[in-house]
């Protein structure tokens, strides 16, 4: 191929312009890497080129640099290389990355106040548990007091402790007319496992039965304060002794405490 | 306001692909006229040209990483950007639309798909050296240089052969070479 033919074939000119067609950059460019004076003349035509531009220059607008600045988005910093190139986001990138970060922040939300919710659902549980055990509990007290306090026709013994436990002491609630007998333990040791206390009414110096009781009764009891013991037809005194489990017949054991009505 | 550093070309193309602020400013002050020159010799139109330079400058630096040096310079990838948003903006059926209410004034009327050629005589830059061409060389130049057609849709528009196409836009531009020189 004869270069010079070629360079002022006009191809040049085409080529920079933007005129030739696909096949003809392609050759171009190929015959360019092959023969530097190609480059050399287009470099030449592009010089020419741009000075003819720069001759026939026209200013634009006032105003259309800073327009165009601020659509870009540049702030006036230098980026340095060594920072990841910037990418710049457009008005959508702007808005489907704002929801991402907002549906983000929405589903951390829900997932804390799920829990939040679980957490609290528990402890509402557990605490109504509480209340129902405080309230019948609360019941098993108002019913105690009314019986101790309002009910006129309830007399009561004060029962102190004998010299050998001066620390123990009872109270019995006696129901003159339906005859029910409540005790209410103040203080009293606790007995051995192989002992129970045992209740006794005393009339005319005779003791009477009332029955055995435990400790753990006063737990077990819908009624906190008072433990309810067989009835009594008459009374002029109460006493409690320590018997054997199961209780006695006639008391055998210490008496702890004792009370006149 | 005008920035005293002068770069190379290198460093032009090395600063603008690390999207540099000071190097845009750099760019728009040396370019901007230039470029604007080429898009109204293109564009009649005056009020849309200001509108065609922003966007070729919002294409420079969004496209910058795609400029190839071993190709051409930098001023001449550039224009090119401008060429090419100014043909856009001439085909685009908004402003074809806008021209549906004036009247023609071509004086070479080529008929089927090819508009019409359109010289004005107050053209300016590379376009008013047009009018020192021959006419068939001038309506040539028009069409594919101004208007973007492919040498292949010239010779179909004005039933002239692919081959004569080619051969009489190159003379023509290396005739508008001498003239420019």
């Known amino acids: ?261 | 306001m005008a920035d005293k550093t002068k770069y190379s070309e290198e460093e032009l193309v090395s600063l603008l692909q690390q999207q540099d602020a000071p190097a845009f400013n750099y760019l728009y002050d040396n370019y901007s006229g230039a470029l604007f020159g080429i898009i109204n010799g293109i564009v009649p139109d005056k009020e849309i040209t200001a509108d065609i330079l922003q966007e070729v400058f919002v294409n420079i630096w969004k496209k910058i990483t795609s400029y190839d040096p071993a190709k051409g310079r930098l001023f001449t990838w550039m224009l090119n950007v401008a060429r090419n948003a100014s043909i856009d903006k001439l085909r685009s059926r908004g402003y074809q639309d806008s021209l549906k209410n004036q009247p023609l004034t071509g004086d070479v009327n080529t008929g089927g798909a090819v508009a019409v050629v359109n010289p004005r005589t107050d053209d300016v830059g590379l376009k008013k050296i047009l009018t020192k061409l021959k006419p068939e060389q001038r309506v040539l130049i028009d069409l594919s240089y101004f208007q973007g057609f492919t040498h292949d849709e010239i010779s179909k528009a004005l039933n002239i052969p692919l081959g004569t196409v080619k051969t009489r836009i190159r003379a023509a531009l290396i005739l508008l070479r001498t003239m420019i020189q």
């Open chain 1, 1 to 261: 191929m004869n270069i010079q033919e070629y360079i002022s074939s006009g191809i040049i000119e085409s080529y920079v312009l933007g005129l030739a067609s696909p096949e003809e950059r392609a050759e171009f460019e190929n015959n360019c890497s092959q023969y530097p004076e190609l480059i050399t003349a287009r470099i030449a035509f592009e010089e020419t080129l741009e000075n003819t531009a720069k001759k026939n220059a026209i200013a634009p607008p006032t105003g259309t640099k800073e327009h165009i600045i601020q659509q870009l988005g540049i702030t006036g910093k230098t980026i340095t290389m060594s920072l990841t190139p910037v990418r710049r986001m457009n008005g959508l990138k702007y808005a489907v990355a704002a929801c991402l970060v907002l549906l983000a922040g929405s589903l951390y939300w829900n997932i804390s106040m799920v829990r939040k919710n679980n957490s609290l659902t528990a402890t509402l549980d557990s605490t109504n548990t509480k209340l129902k055990g405080v309230d019948e509990k609360m019941k098993g007290y108002e019913n105690d007091m009314s019986m101790i306090v309002q009910n006129p026709n309830v007399r009561m013994a004060y029962m102190k402790g004998m010299p050998q436990s001066p620390q123990s002491f009872t109270t019995v609630y006696w129901d003159t007319t339906s005859h029910d007998v409540y005790l209410m333990v103040n203080n009293l040791p606790a007995p051995a496992s192989d002992k129970q206390y045992q209740l006794w009414a005393i009339l005319n110096n005779k003791p009477v039965d009332m029955g055995i009781f435990d400790m753990e009764d006063l737990a077990i009891r819908k009624r906190p304060m008072l433990i309810q013991l067989k009835k009594a037809q008459s009374a002029q005194a109460f006493a409690i002794t320590l018997e054997k489990k199961g209780g006695s017949t006639a008391p055998e054991g210490q008496m702890y405490v004792m009370g006149y009505l």
